[in-house]
């Protein structure tokens, strides 16, 4: 429904190429979240986020960049799910 108001136009001032644009966002957006909460269940295994943090070090305590940077975006999509869904990230 507010997808179809935004594609009316009647919401703002925006160009008619962005306001489609956020309506198609808006349309997609309960497929992007499906999509980005089954990666995340994928790539975390159900492990907790202290488990992962910790897992971005080796053993001499030197952090893995790639470890660091798969963290981050980890990080970031659970905080996105999270304000999804309501809760503060």
């Not at 136009?9 to 306001?19: D, K, Q, V």
């Not at 198609?24 to 992007?32: G, S, T």
């Not at 470890?67 to 999509?77: G, M, N, P, Q, V």
Request: net charge negative.
């Amino acid at each position: 429904m507010l997808a179809e108001v935004l594609a009316q136009g009647s919401f703002g001032t925006a160009l008619p190429e962005e306001t489609e644009a956020n309506a198609r966002l808006i349309a997609a957006a309960p497929e992007l979240l499906a999509a980005l909460v089954g990666l995340y269940e994928l790539c975390t295994l159900g492990a907790s986020e202290d488990a992962f943090r910790n897992g971005v070090t080796d053993s001499h305590g030197i952090v893995d960049e790639g470890d660091a940077r798969a963290f981050d975006r980890i990080s970031a999509a659970r905080a996105a799910i999270r304000k999804a869904g309501g809760e503060n990230a």
